[in-house]
């Protein structure tokens, strides 16, 4: 069974910094598989954070993140990560780890827009103060 499990979630001030985790179950960080981290944004829109592709050489990440957060990907444990820096009270969602069911699938900046994803994970909240 495809599974994947966030974790790291958690509350900080403004300013602070959180690491979230993406464990993969059911298969592997194939280089050609297109991983990604989403938050909820509203009851209706899930909004594209950052995307990891070619075994983590290739990245793309939404502006509202770009400086401040860094995906990366470690295979012998089969995980992906999301490390978030300077958070801003603005960045409070529930994060959600994705992944493509297949290998080859496009993940340039378009893909952020794009919520088509065969693999989500369950969801781990962030909550920053000010």
């Known amino acids: 069974q495809v599974q994947l499990e966030e974790s790291g979630g958690g509350s900080v001030q403004s300013g602070g910094s959180l690491t979230l985790s993406c464990k993969l179950s059911g298969y592997n960080l194939d280089i050609g598989r297109c991983m990604g981290w989403y938050r909820q944004i509203s009851t209706n829109r899930r909004e594209g954070v950052a995307l990891?592709?070619?075994?983590?050489?290739?990245?793309e990440y939404a502006d509202s993140v770009k400086g401040r957060f860094t995906i990366s990907q470690d295979d012998a444990k089969n995980t992906i990560y999301l490390q978030m820096n300077d958070l801003k009270p603005e960045d409070t969602a529930l994060y959600f780890c994705?992944?493509?069911?297949?290998?080859?699938?496009?993940?340039?900046?378009?893909?952020?827009?794009?919520?088509?994803?065969?693999?989500w994970g369950q969801g781990t909240q962030v909550t920053v103060s000010s």
């Open positions: 994705a992944g493509d069911s297949g290998t080859r699938g496009y993940c340039g900046a378009a893909r952020l827009k794009r919520t088509d994803f065969g693999v």
């Open positions: 990891i592709y070619y075994g983590g050489s290739r990245t």
